[in-house]
């Protein structure tokens, strides 16, 4: 093990935006540097790319789509160049089989006998024939890997499935904020007006599935329908808005909101419901200590979401999702048990600085 600090390269296919944060967190953790190698998304994919790193380097990758739909890979182009470029100490690459270009990365650092780390969603066991052909493309790969970083510890479980050792899977839990500097909200123990705030914040999206969540507020009893308040623009905001006044008049619409503007809301709101898939705005409404109710998607919101402080509802399943809205509004007070127990969970296990510690160890374990 070396006592110098390693210069980190981390390359991956796009570069969201609610990503750069931690990116800039990783790199105050390496002193030596951080540079992330990441192209433009697919058009249709509708990713927010608009921002970049201001302490991490950022190196544009020439990104060439292949195929359309579940069958696309991507090829980065110039991905060789970064590496020569920036000569990594350590690389952390996406564990995903679409990214042709990373095995070439792979036998590049290791030829100069440098360490390459995975880091991904896990595994999940093959169903149809197409998940199968991917899964023997990552089964093959991650033996290439020094050490494995799931989003999850259902990740971490299925790369140990694999076969992969164990003491090198590390578990970074999905995080899009840092720990909150801000004091709990203080909620009374009833709905004010006697009435309770259910928030949705999002991109107003079909998967969103936010018509649902109307409909789950409206089979409730007229005396206990909360206020619904919905957060954001999208291709279906139109649609909704119609649908407002047929299915659940309770409904605000607020429009895109963000940064500080949204303090008032989550403070206000006594329960966040996101019934669809996506979620980046889970970590946010627990650090104003409000409890959750999530569909299920990729395992990532399982570390985030328990009983202790919400539910996690089938996807597309509208009678489990109404009888968790029903649940989480029939005792306030229990409500702001979870609640307070969404803000421990946010301040002290899942955080953008958590991530980063995370990482510190995997590189730490093979450097």
């Not at 409909?215 to 808005?241: F, K, M, T």
Request: proline share 7%; with cysteine.
């Amino acid at each position: 093990m070396r006592t110098e600090a390693p210069r980190l390269g981390v390359q991956q296919r796009v570069l969201p935006a609610y990503r750069v944060p931690f990116f800039d967190t990783l790199a105050q953790v390496f002193p030596q540097g951080v540079s992330v190698f990441a192209g433009q998304p697919r058009p249709e994919e509708m990713i927010d790319t608009g921002k970049y790193p201001e302490v991490a380097e950022y190196y544009p990758a020439d990104n060439r789509h292949i195929l359309r739909g579940r069958w696309y890979v991507c090829v980065q182009q110039n991905m060789l160049e970064w590496l020569e470029t920036w000569q990594p100490d350590v690389l952390v690459t996406a564990a995903n089989p679409r990214e042709i270009r990373n095995r070439a990365a792979m036998r590049w650092m290791h030829a100069r006998q440098r360490p390459v780390i995975g880091w991904g969603l896990g595994a999940p066991t093959a169903g149809s024939w197409q998940q199968k052909m991917r899964d023997f493309a990552l089964n093959d790969r991650r033996l290439d890997f020094d050490a494995l970083i799931a989003y999850s510890q259902q990740g971490a479980e299925e790369y140990a499935r694999l076969g992969f050792s164990d003491k090198r899977i590390f578990v970074a839990p999905n995080a899009v904020a840092p720990r909150p500097v801000h004091a709990a909200p203080q909620r009374p123990a009833a709905f004010v007006d006697g009435r309770a705030v259910i928030l949705f914040v999002g991109r107003l999206q079909a998967r969103k599935r936010v018509d649902a969540l109307m409909r789950a507020c409206a089979a409730l009893p007229e005396d206990e329908q909360p206020d619904l308040w919905i957060v954001g623009d999208g291709p279906e905001r139109a649609a909704l808005e119609a649908l407002t006044g047929e299915v659940y008049p309770r409904s605000r619409f607020y429009g895109a909101v963000h940064g500080p503007d949204l303090a008032p809301l989550f403070s206000r709101a006594d329960l966040f419901v996101l019934p669809g898939t996506g979620g980046l705005a889970v970590q946010e409404a627990m650090s104003y200590a409000l409890p959750v109710i999530v569909a299920e998607a990729d395992g990532t919101q399982s570390n985030l979401v328990r009983p202790e402080n919400g539910w996690m509802v089938s996807a597309g399943d509208d009678e489990t999702l109404r009888i968790a809205v029903k649940n989480a509004l029939s005792d306030p007070v229990r409500l702001r048990e979870m609640g307070r127990e969404s803000f421990r969970i946010v301040s002290e296990e899942i955080n953008l600085e958590a991530m980063a510690a995370v990482f510190a160890r995997a590189v730490a374990a093979i450097w």
